[in-house]
C-alpha cells in the first residue's frame, strides 16, 4: 500500500556521516524527506534522530550501495512506497590508495564498484519514477581527483572521471523530461576520509588553495541543495568544483 509523501523525497547515499550526513541535515532543512542510507545501520538512525529533533523528516536505510541488486531494489521500494523519488544524491564513496605498480585489481574493482556502479545503477532506477513525475533531480558526488588525477588514486580517479562523462550523458539523455543531472566535485573538505592524510600532505596542499582553508561537509551540503532546488532548474550536465579554487 502506497503511502504517499507531499514534500519531495531525496535519496542521499553515504549519509551517515561526513559530506552525506551534512547533505541529509540541509535537504531536511530545507523541507525534503531524506531518505538516508549507508551500511552502518545505528549510525544513520543516529543522523535520522538529529534531522527529527529539528523538525526535518528523515528515514534511515541500511544498504550496501556496492550490492547493485540491493541499491535497485531499495530505490524501487522508496519510490513505491513515498509515492515519488524527486532527488538522487550518489555521494557513497571510498578510497582504496596505493601507487600503480602496487595496486590490486581487488583494490581498483572495489573503488569503481562502490563509487561509480553504484551511481550507475542508482540513476537507472531513480529514472524510472523521475520520467513518470517529468521532474528529478540527480547530483553525483566526484572529485576534483577526477578532473586532475592524483597519485596514488588512479581507482578513484578513475572512479570519479568517470562519475563525469556518465553524468554528463545522462544529462543529454533525460533533459526533455525534466531531470537535471549535475556533479559536485570537492576539494579538500575536512571529514573522515580526509582526516587520515599525512599531516606533510596536507602543509603541501594548503598554499595551492587560494582560499587557504580546506572546506567544510556544509560547503558541500550548500552546493548539492543549490543543484536540488528549482533555483537550478535550467543547469544541468554541470560541473560544480567545491575546492577553495584548487583546481582553477
Ligand atoms: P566519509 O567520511 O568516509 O564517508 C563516506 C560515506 O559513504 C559514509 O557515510 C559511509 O557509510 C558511506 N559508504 C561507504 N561505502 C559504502 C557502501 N558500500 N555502501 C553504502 N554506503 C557506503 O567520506 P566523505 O569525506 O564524507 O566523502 C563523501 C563523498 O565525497 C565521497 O564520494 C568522496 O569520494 C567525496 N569527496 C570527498 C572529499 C573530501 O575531502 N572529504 C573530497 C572529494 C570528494 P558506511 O560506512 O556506514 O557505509
Redesign the pocket.
Given at each position: 500500500m502506497s503511502n504517499a509523501i507531499d514534500r519531495r523525497v531525496a535519496f542521499v547515499?553515504?549519509?551517515?556521516?561526513?559530506?552525506?550526513?551534512a547533505i541529509a541535515l540541509r535537504l531536511a532543512a530545507d523541507g525534503r524527506h531524506v531518505v538516508c542510507?549507508?551500511?552502518?545501520a545505528d549510525?544513520?538512525q543516529a543522523v535520522v534522530g538529529e534531522i527529527a529533533a529539528a523538525g526535518g523528516a528523515a528515514e534511515p536505510l541500511a544498504?550496501?550501495?556496492?550490492?547493485g541488486e540491493a541499491l535497485a531494489a531499495a530505490i524501487d521500494g522508496v519510490a513505491d512506497r513515498c509515492g515519488r523519488l524527486d532527488i538522487l544524491v550518489n555521494?557513497?564513496?571510498?578510497?582504496r590508495d596505493g601507487l600503480l605498480m602496487r595496486m590490486s585489481d581487488a583494490d581498483f574493482d572495489d573503488v569503481i564498484r562502490?563509487?561509480l556502479r553504484?551511481a550507475f545503477v542508482a540513476c537507472r532506477a531513480a529514472a524510472r519514477p523521475m520520467m513518470r513525475a517529468r521532474f528529478g533531480r540527480i547530483i553525483n558526488?566526484?572529485?576534483?581527483?577526477g578532473i586532475m588525477g592524483n597519485p596514488g588514486q588512479a581507482n578513484?580517479a578513475a572512479s570519479?572521471a568517470g562519475l563525469i562523462g556518465m553524468t554528463k550523458s545522462i544529462a543529454k539523455e533525460i533533459g526533455s523530461k525534466g531531470i537535471t543531472a549535475n556533479v559536485v566535485?570537492?576539494?579538500?573538505?575536512?571529514?573522515?576520509?580526509?582526516e587520515v592524510l599525512p599531516q606533510a600532505l596536507k602543509d603541501a596542499v594548503m598554499p595551492n588553495i587560494p582560499l587557504r582553508s580546506?572546506?567544510k561537509?556544509s560547503d558541500?551540503a550548500a552546493a548539492v541543495a543549490y543543484l536540488a532546488s528549482d533555483d537550478a532548474g535550467y543547469v544541468t550536465g554541470h560541473v560544480l568544483q567545491v575546492d577553495g579554487g584548487l583546481a582553477m
Open positions: 547515499t553515504g549519509a551517515s556521516r561526513g559530506i552525506g550526513k542510507v549507508a551500511r552502518n549510525q544513520l544498504c550496501d550501495v556496492g550490492d555521494n557513497a564513496g571510498i578510497t562502490v563509487n553504484s558526488m566526484a572529485s576534483i581527483a578513484y570519479k566535485a570537492p576539494g579538500f573538505i575536512q571529514t573522515d576520509m580526509t580546506f572546506g561537509a558541500i
